[in-house]
């Protein structure tokens, strides 16, 4: 017994300290340590939650031509680089951009694995309509949105998938459009025709009333000379510049109570009904290089008004703001008039009908013989610390001021094609 008490005693302290070791150990650090940064595996395997694309789609990885982020694996970037041709798109791939290039053709084979894709960027190509295959687009499900825009397309591409919500086909040279070939678009929100060769005749069928979601609508830089027939209610922002429309029918607004903003400058418009523009939700209007010889009613959510360039020799208080209502006051706060033919300031009535406003611009005016004359207020500002009072600029640098500067066209959509002078 005496000989094995040292041995027990020995088992003792050993058993003690392996307890030890096991209530001390911190495991937290071995296994909740931060990622070392410096490590990066060869592919992305984790799952994509958010697209819900499977993770061994990932090891596809990317074509040589393009380069694709670690960070956004289903997005691959073949802009500018030259590409004369479209590469074999990964099935994984859902953002694609192949803007700034030389791509002629848009081929079938090029999209056949590509069932995920929600965005292309196809602008600033040389792609014709004929170089198109018929449906390559329409066999993508899940497309979203479809740039196009700066290319050689002759016609409106048809057909399209119902999926898609922004279309976007500026800077083309479309003068031909079938008759069905916006039927299927009824989840479209945004579509963009600036600077095409559209004419009246393409729109007669009203082609657009079947687009009950659609809210943007550009037509700007065309060669309509009417407004275009059978829009959907849905539209809030309508771009029309730089057409030769010379009238708008009355009551042509009636269907569109949502328009909160509308572009129609550098048309041919002349004698228009007094209460044409009476929207309820509208709060920018542009009517600026027209023939206009008058004002018109403002309606009490306006708040921007660009009149410049037209033949208004005085602006009819009367016209514009036949009552005043102390509860419900207008919301106008800017007007921009210059190159008109006015020859005096516009009385200071206005400020009763429009306590809001805090800038007019008058600039130059025109004369009766073509010269340009000098109010003596380029530009009124009231500032909203002196709302009661007014102020005259004689400044030269105020009264030289660009008038975007007041309150400048653009601030709607980031698509907007400023206007060409």
Known sequence: MGFLSP??????????????????????????????????????????????????????????????????PSSMYCDNRKLKAIPNIPMHIQQLYLQFNEIEAVTANSFINAT????????HNKIKSQKIDYGVFAKLPNLLQLHLEHNNLEEFPFPLPKS?????????????????????LVNLTMLDLCYNYLHDSLLKDKIFAKMEKL??????????????????????????????????????????PKLRTLRMSHNKLQDIPYNIFNLPNIVELSVGHNKLKQAFYIPRNLEHLYLQNNEIE???????????????????????????????????YIFFCFPHIHTIYYGEQRS???????????????????????????????????????????HFDLHYYENQE
């Open 7 to 72: 041995i027990y005693v020995i088992f003792f302290f050993f058993g003690v300290k392996v307890h030890c070791q096991y209530e001390t150990y911190q495991w937290d650090e071995d296994y909740d340590q931060e990622p070392d940064d410096d490590y990066q595996t060869g592919f992305p395997f984790r799952q994509n939650v958010d697209y819900g694309v499977p993770f061994h789609q990932y090891t596809l990885g990317c074509v040589s031509e393009c380069f694709c982020p670690t960070n956004f």
């Open 116 to 123: 995920h894709l929600k965005e292309i960027n196809l602008s």
């Open 164 to 184: 898609l919500e922004r279309l976007l086909l500026g800077y083309n040279e479309i003068s031909k459009l079938q008759a069905n070939a916006m039927d299927g």
């Open 215 to 256: 809210m943007q609508l550009n037509l700007c830089n065309n060669r309509l000379e009417s407004m275009p027939p059978g829009l959907p209610s849905s539209l809030m922002y309508l771009s029309l510049e730089n057409n030769s429309i010379s009238s708008i029918p009355e009551k042509y607004f009636d269907k569109l």
């Open 314 to 348: 005085k602006m009819n208080l009367t016209v514009m703001c036949p009552s005043i209502d102390p509860l419900h006051y207008h919301h106008l706060t800017y007007i921009r008039v210059d190159q008109n033919k006015l020859k005096e300031p516009i009385s200071s």
């Open 368 to 410: 009766t013989n073509g010269q340009t004359i000098q109010l003596k207020t380029q530009v009124f500002r009231r500032f909203p610390d002196d709302d009661d009072e007014s102020e005259d600029h004689d400044d030269p640098d105020n009264a030289h001021e660009s008038p975007e500067q007041e309150g400048a066209e653009g």
